[in-house]
């Protein structure tokens, strides 16, 4: 809508994971390698935790692109809200393995771990990434330990990366759980980002999608976004799109403080903390209705 108003080739903030649009933050950048090293070495678990909109899709579609060009065989699962037959079923779809769903979890897995010894004697590697693994249920989850048992005498014929929300660490604390645990060798917890990194990331979008400018937020509508979004790279995306609709339809050239006050107003998960004179007034505001409750003067 507003691409041809601001220079653009195409809307710089959709939600969808798309890599182009990958921003190399230290926090992102960091967890790539992690994974990229410890897969390489090997490893059999490996973990990537952060909160709703961070963006752990977005790494864990990167990191399948990267893996590709090296040759790497991965299965990627979206959804793991699975049962384990279903899980072992989407595996071996993911690997060209062909069987009813109906012959039993003990044949499934040989069927399995026949392709994964074959991937192994061609020198292949074989990743299995899980999205959203916070869902996975817990005999799932055992039977995604039994899958990495899967091995020869040197080496795993499965490793496993787990992408998902804080939540994800509460399943693994379980008692019924610690073996699998045990086994997770890397880790990594992605945080929101800085204030630079929204500036960062707001104008590494809007290059990518063509904008041939610079400063098209205002250093005032900039502080809004950092304060509104928490740093939160989905809640950046929402909120600057609104606040671009906003300068648009209003013919702005650029966008100011009044835009995104807008946008905050129109998203329920954005919002700006209150600064250090109102909450000195909240603070005395409270005391006060405690006197008068109290019966003090």
């Not at 991937?119 to 817990?138: F, H, W």
């Not at 998203?267 to 003090?296: C, K, M, N, Q, Y």
């Amino acid at each position: 809508m507003y691409e041809s108003h601001f220079g653009l080739r195409e809307p710089p903030f959709s939600l969808t994971p798309d890599t182009d649009y990958f921003f190399s933050y230290a926090d992102h950048q960091e967890a790539l390698n992690v994974l990229l090293v410890a897969l390489r070495m090997g490893e059999g678990f490996l973990k990537i935790t952060g909160e709703v909109g961070t963006g752990k899709t977005l790494i864990c579609r990167k990191l399948l692109n990267l893996l590709s060009d090296e040759g790497m065989v991965t299965a990627y699962i979206p959804n793991p809200y699975l049962t384990p037959s279903a899980l072992r079923y989407c595996l071996a779809e993911e690997l060209g393995v062909d069987y009813p769903m109906n012959i039993g979890g003990h044949r499934a897995l040989q069927l399995i771990n026949k392709k994964l010894i074959a991937l192994k004697a061609s020198g292949r590697q074989v990743i299995l990434l899980l999205d959203e693994a916070q869902a996975l249920p817990e005999e799932t989850l055992e039977a995604i330990r039994l899958l990495t048992n899967l091995e020869t005498e040197k080496s795993k014929l499965l490793q496993v990366v787990l992408f998902g929300q804080p939540e994800l660490d509460d399943h693994l604390n379980r008692p019924s759980v610690r073996q699998l645990k045990q086994r997770i060798t890397f880790s990594h917890t992605i945080h929101p980002l800085t204030r630079e990194g929204c500036e960062g990331y707001l104008y590494h979008r809007l290059r990518v999608a063509g904008y041939p400018g610079e400063n098209l937020f205002e250093e005032k509508a900039l502080d809004w976004l950092c304060r509104g979004s928490r740093g939160i790279p989905r809640l950046i995306n929402i909120l600057a799109h609104k606040a671009m609709l906003a300068a648009y339809g209003e013919g702005k050239p650029s966008i100011d403080k009044s835009h995104l006050k807008r946008a905050i107003d129109d998203t329920e998960d954005a919002f700006v903390r209150p600064g250090r004179f109102a909450r000195i007034w909240h603070t005395l505001f409270r005391r006060d209705t405690t006197t008068v409750l109290r019966g003090g003067s």
